[in-house]
């Protein structure tokens, strides 16, 4: 079997990522300055035979955003419960302030995002592959403006505001 590394994809076999787990206590693989590290119990998951082949795409898709995708034996694998992603913060253009980034998923789920000021790293755990968007605190478009539910604003309501 052929290893590939492209900028995006990283191709291994079945046998070389088993051995990578076996060295290291979990895979972890490095595409444009975004890391992602797997555990175990993800890697596990796939039921990975030694022949097989195994595609890890990573890729910087502008100055806030990233993706991930994995296929193995051809078929795509989305849940990668407990996985790593880390990046320097310089990896990311758009980043102003490390300390209030946060990222969201594609269907608009939320994860924090941790700022290791020391090594100038940010640091977040995903559970499936796809699309993330990191959002500055500082420059998001709502500002300070926090989204308040239908029911809250119903419990600032009195009598006189209802109709029966």
Known sequence: MTELSTDTITAVSGERLLLILQQNGSAKFEKQGISVTFSPDTVNGWKINAE??????????SETAFSLRI??????????????????TSVFGGIQ?????KAEDV????Y???YQE????????????????L?????????DQTAVSYTHLRAHETDSYLVC
Do not use: C, H, W
Request: net charge negative.
């Open 97 to 101: 302030s490390p300390e209030t980034v």
């Open 52 to 61: 097989d082949e195994i595609q890890i795409g990573i890729e910087k898709t």
């Open 71 to 88: 296929f193995v034996r051809g078929g795509e694998v989305t849940e990668v419960p407990g996985t790593v992603v880390e990046f320097q």
């Open 135 to 143: 959002i500055d605190g500082e420059s998001e478009s709502m500002g």
């Open 118 to 133: 020391k090594q100038n790293v940010l640091r977040m755990e995903i559970s499936q592959t796809g699309d993330y968007f």
């Open 107 to 110: 269907q608009g789920n939320q």
């Open 112 to 114: 924090a995002v941790n």
